[in-house]
């Protein structure tokens, strides 16, 4: 059991029901639990004082789609497309991966969660070719104090093959959820008319697990794989449906109509080409929202950057279409309180964790404080919404709580073995660099570039004379 924490001072969102903000306010945890948030608390002998004055304190953020096991290849991919990214992880070299390559990502991911204010990250596991890299995940998992989900999956066989796999199925004999590690069963729809996930969605229902799916996906998954699913009756309120983004109306309102949500996974969307981010259309269906960072091997781990993308193509969406119709935006239908909220509450409404998502007595205890006293960005704080969103980033966030237990403490992350996690990740590295040969390492970083072709320009700047004045 940790000791008592009060955090003193701060401006605090606490994202309850009525998003109710305090200033100059108090946080205090004890044991796993918050048990007062207001001005000025008494605190239990022997607690932790922490100065967040200046500082915002607020609920622990939620990414509910990192594919965590790709991080040890952190940035290799950051000029793919999704083909790239298929063929990469799925068709090639992804094979290649060992169950302590599996590992070294988990536990880089896992950090990385915390350093970011991340507290609960969803590691939507695709690579689990075997039951030996579904316990490597899990041991990383285990060995980082955060809270986690291990969307099990695995790319290189049918849901319906590896569901039924005797040593899968030994596998969740043996771990079952727990408060800091939940499970879920991650696999994609393809629409085929003969419907083999249907085997899959059964034994999801037979495990007790929530599923996890990309739908929406240009070129992977689309409207047939929702229609199935709702056939079926496999659309539940703890479906989660990440991307979403190539979706019809349709679709959108089985999704409305069934309970569950969307996990929008913006900078992945713009860059890979999934469809254009959601929200714009998500929001007038009334689906819930959360927000994911989908893979550190293109982006971050980092979800200030999910909530600063996520308002940008929202409000593009908004003027170019205002736009195609001769009109202006003169109020953004989305604010930034809206994607705090999904970065917080969204998140645990998509996990149905109640418990997680505010700073409320009688919640648990995931807390963060951004605080920054060395950077002139930390000043002034007006709008503490639009700064979380549009202002901070993950190295602003000073201290981080994960049940009731410091994490990261004056931007410093607690316990953790930096030398050990490089020293991870590097063998990876070794080892895959070494599998594919310099010249496939290469060119898997470095894609060809696409031809782009310079237009036509009737202006020469030769040609160009000033008023009364001679050629420039
Ligand atoms: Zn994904």
């Known amino acids: 059991m940790s000791d008592p924490v009060v955090l003193r001072g701060g401006t605090v969102l606490t994202m309850d029901d009525s998003h109710t903000v305090l200033a100059d306010a108090d946080v ?3 044991g796993d639990r918050i048990t007062a948030v207001g001005p000025r608390l008494a605190a239990p002998e022997g607690a932790l004082e922490i100065d967040a004055s200046g500082g915002i304190v607020m609920p622990g953020m939620i990414d509910t789609h990192r594919h965590m096991w790709q991080t040890a290849m952190r940035g290799y991919g950051a000029d793919w497309t999704l083909t790239q990214y298929f063929v990469w992880y799925y068709l090639e070299h992804g094979r290649k991966f060992r169950p302590q390559d599996v590992y070294a990502g988990n536990l880089i991911a896992a950090w990385e969660s915390l350093e970011a204010g991340v507290t609960t990250t969803v590691d939507w596991s695709h690579g689990l070719q075997t039951v030996d890299h579904a316990e490597a995940a899990v041991d990383a998992l285990s060995a980082v104090p955060g809270r986690f989900v291990l969307a099990y999956g695995n790319i290189q066989a049918g849901p319906w093959e590896w569901t039924a796999d005797p040593a899968v199925r030994s596998f969740f004999a043996r771990h079952s959820a727990t408060d800091l590690l ?3 069963l991650a696999f994609d729809v393809t629409g085929d008319p003969a419907f083999p996930e249907k085997a899959a969605f059964e034994a999801a229902r037979e495990l007790g697990l929530p ?3 990309h739908a929406g996906v240009w070129g992977a998954t689309n409207d047939d794989g929702i229609r199935l699913m709702h056939e079926h009756g496999f659309m539940t309120p703890e479906t989660t449906y990440v991307h979403a983004a190539t979706l019809t109306t349709d679709s959108y309102q089985r999704i409305a109509a069934t309970g569950g949500s969307i996990s929008v996974a913006t900078e992945s969307e713009q860059s890979a080409g999934q469809g254009y981010p959601p929200t714009w259309q998500v929001r007038r269906h009334g689906i819930p929202v959360s927000l994911s960072q989908d893979t550190s091997v293109w982006w971050s781990g980092d979800i200030f950057s999910a909530m600063r993308a996520t308002l940008s193509a929202d409000r593009a969406r908004e003027h170019l279409d205002a736009h195609a119709k001769g009109n202006t935006v003169t109020h953004h239908p989305l604010r930034a309180e809206q994607v705090v909220e999904w970065a917080t509450r969204g998140g645990a409404g998509t996990l149905r964790r109640d ?5 409320a007595p009688g919640q648990k205890a995931d807390v963060v404080l951004i605080k920054n006293d060395s950077s002139p ?3 002034p704080l007006l709008n503490p ?4 969103a549009f202002q901070a980033q993950r190295g602003d966030v000073h201290t981080v709580l994960v049940n009731g237990r410091v994490v990261k403490r004056d931007s410093r992350l607690v316990g953790v073995d930096l030398d050990a996690l490089r020293r991870t990740a590097a063998d990876t590295v070794d080892y895959l660099r070494s599998e594919l040969g310099e010249q496939a ?3 898997g970083m470095f894609p060809d570039l696409a031809a782009t072709e310079r237009l036509e320009n009737p202006y020469q700047y030769t040609d160009y004379r ?3 004045g001679s050629a420039q």
């Open 28 to 30: 205090l945890v004890e």
């Open 182 to 184: 939940g499970l879920q």
């Open 211 to 213: 599923v996890t799916t």
């Open 355 to 359: 418990d997680l998502g505010s700073l």
């Open 377 to 379: 960005v930390s000043f």
């Open 385 to 388: 919404y639009g700064h979380v």
């Open 441 to 443: 390492w290469a060119s």
């Open 466 to 468: 000033a008023p009364g």
